[in-house]
């Protein structure tokens, strides 16, 4: 009973909401002129930090499932480069894919025979509850950082708060 209440609680924690607004919730309406539009006084567009969301998870669910891992350089491959301007296209394939890197860690959460707390054998120490709280983090953070661009550079429609 509570591994079951355990992976209830991380599935919630990786598909956000609770007290903080979630990745489908920040990107809903967005106005695709506005993609690569760089916030005030940063370095990076709407898209880039996205993508940044996104490949970081991913790097998060390889790490888990793969024996031959091998870490990524940063922050080459974490980020698009800062020249590089979205499609619509590339815009919806970044949103598909964190879609489906997170169903994937869901799935590994909900699957019965995960051992929440063996340590990735591959890894120095970590174990699957960790890994999901890392990328749990690591996206509500960014999601709000997200949201407060929208908030500055007026990308919300009428009627949010």
Known sequence: MEDEELRRQLI???KGGNAHMTFDEAVSDFPEDKINTIFTNGDYSFWHLLEHIRRTQNDILEFIQNPKYEEKEWPKDYWPEKS???TKKDW???IEFFHRDREEL???INDKKT???KK???GDGQ???REIQTVSDHNSYHIGEF???RQVLKTWGKGHN
């Open 120 to 122: 990735i054998p591959w």
């Open 147 to 149: 949201a407060i661009m």
């Open 106 to 108: 869901a799935k590994i």
């Open 84 to 86: 590089r301007k979205a």
């Open 12 to 14: 919630s924690l990786l």
């Open 127 to 129: 174990n699957i509850v």
């Open 92 to 94: 919806e394939k970044t």
């Open 115 to 117: 051992d929440l707390f």
